[in-house]
């Protein structure tokens, strides 16, 4: 998401063009976080980016449902998602139940 990149958003069937740099995405994030009382300094647009395809792809989104949603280009940088997405839902500590 580089300077001003035309993105689209969806709202109830209705597509709305409009532009938005990430650094934009950056000061929305951090100014909503510290409005609920969440330390801005923790979150950032990558983070919950990489937070929605890694916990998606975890209940079973395909590749291409997560590249469309994302933005990503490439399907190899959405498989790093899902492969750290794998590490928590086949970990051996879920056997313990702790």
Not at 57 to 82: C, F, L, N, P, W
Request: aromatic share 8%; hydrophobic share 30%; net charge positive.
């Amino acid at each position: 998401m580089g300077g001003g990149e035309k993105k689209i958003l969806k709202y109830k069937n209705k597509s709305t063009l409009f532009y938005c740099s990430d650094k934009t995405i950056s000061l929305i994030v951090k100014k909503y976080t510290s409005l609920i009382g969440l330390d801005p300094k923790l979150y950032s647009g990558h983070s919950l980016r990489s937070g929605f395809a890694t916990s998606t792809a975890g209940m079973g989104a395909d590749e291409r449902s997560i590249m469309q949603m994302t933005g990503h280009k490439s399907s190899e940088m959405v498989r790093r998602y899902i492969k750290e997405s794998n590490i928590f839902k086949n970990n051996a500590l879920t056997k313990l139940n702790i």
